[in-house]
């Protein structure tokens, strides 16, 4: 049986008094792509950012690696989120005073690894990006910050990789590019939870929850 990367245990969350997840159970599993469809502002953002440990649920248990994340302290959990997460948001959210190739290495300046940039560089060049190493953010269109934002959350090879919308605002060759990428990590053995719209990437993936009144229903 494949180990459980994610678990999420009865999560509500409510903004002010509307309630957007009531009673949330989710398993994501190592070495498997899951996707999370729903209606626009259902509450699948929300629900990711959740189960990323960057926003805390009303109630509910959060189990990273089978291990329950309650009562862990500030800077503890953000060890977890730098040790074992890799995140694409909606929107890239590059530095903009920093290269593609800066941008890519943001994060791993203290994990001792050698050779990151000969490493950042050959992630960006297999992302379709080798010749935009040195621009900036303003020099790139959506597309190509996409992809640099990817290379960002690849890079330390998370153990769990979540992707918001990951195909938006992407032409075909460039959705495949982000697409296969995606799926090499869950191949690779991450546990990769995509969140979108996109019915072609959801179709491909091997479980999918919707979201639709604050409930979460397997579909498959
Ligand atoms: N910080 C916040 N404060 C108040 N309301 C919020 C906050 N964040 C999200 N919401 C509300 O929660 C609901 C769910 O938002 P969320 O972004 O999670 O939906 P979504 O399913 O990801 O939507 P989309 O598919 O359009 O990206 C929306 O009605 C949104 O306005």
Do not use: W
Not at 145 to 168: C, H, S
Not at 189 to 205: C, E, F, P, Q, Y
């Amino acid at each position: 049986m494949k180990k459980t990367g994610i678990e999420l245990k009865a999560i509500h969350k409510s903004f002010g008094k509307i309630s957007i997840l009531r009673g949330i159970n989710f398993v994501a599993a190592a070495g498997t792509t899951t996707v999370i469809t729903g209606n626009s502002g259902e509450g699948k953002t929300t629900l990711l950012s959740i189960m990323g440990l960057l926003q805390k649920p009303a109630s509910g248990s959060i189990l990273i690696d089978e291990k329950d994340v309650a009562g862990t302290g500030i800077a503890e959990l953000s060890k977890i989120r730098a040790a074992r997460f890799g995140y694409l948001f909606q929107t890239p959210r590059l530095v903009g005073s920093l290269t593609a190739l800066e941008n890519t290495l943001v994060c791993t300046a203290f994990s001792g690894i050698s050779n990151m940039r000969e490493k950042a560089a050959a992630l960006l060049d297999s992302l379709g990006m080798s010749k935009h190493l040195d621009y900036k953010p303003e020099q790139l269109s959506i597309g190509q910050m996409r992809r640099v934002a990817l290379a960002r959350a690849l890079i330390m090879k998370p153990a769990i990789l979540l992707a918001d919308e990951p195909t938006n605002d992407l032409d075909s060759e460039v959705s495949q590019i982000v697409t296969s990428s995606l799926f090499k990590a869950g191949e690779n053995g991450a546990a990769v939870v995509i969140v979108t719209h996109d019915r072609s990437l959801a179709a491909k993936t091997e479980c999918e929850y919707n979201l639709a009144g604050g409930i979460l229903h397997q579909i498959r």
